[in-house]
């Protein structure tokens, strides 16, 4: 079954930027025949899905606290998926997670199978 792994999280001030990444766990998968998502969660809230990216890379769909300031990608070559995070504000701080579907875009956490382990992101001066 296909495992994700996240990486790029860490501590960073207002107004500053990350890049997330999300690679397969083992080799043998190709993450270009899914679909995937981003996800994050902070500390006492529910799972909120912000951004997806198609098999193709041509089609995206962003959550509108995120719109304008992420920006999803995708290197089929590498394997990778990335989230291009900029102009990041406290309220960004959660932990992230990349998953996979094989179907089209959604939001939808349910409508995810295969998740990685996350990364912790936290936006502060």
């Known amino acids: 079954q296909l495992q994700l792994v996240e990486s790029g999280g860490g501590l960073v001030q207002p107004g500053g930027s990350l890049r997330l990444s999300c690679a397969a766990a083992a080799s043998g998968f190709t993450l270009a025949d899914y679909a995937i998502g981003w996800f994050r969660q902070a500390p006492g809230k529910e799972r909120e899905g912000i951004s997806c990216?198609?098999?193709?890379?041509?089609?995206?769909s962003y959550a509108n606290s995120v719109k304008g300031r992420f920006t999803i990608s995708r290197d089929n070559t590498k394997n990778t998926v990335y989230l291009q995070m900029n102009s990041l504000k406290p309220e960004d701080t959660a932990v992230y997670y990349c998953a996979a579907r094989s179907l089209w875009l959604s939001l939808n956490p349910v409508d995810f199978g295969s998740w990685g382990q996350g990364t912790q992101v936290t936006v502060s001066s």
């Open positions: 990216i198609s098999r193709s890379g041509h089609s995206t």
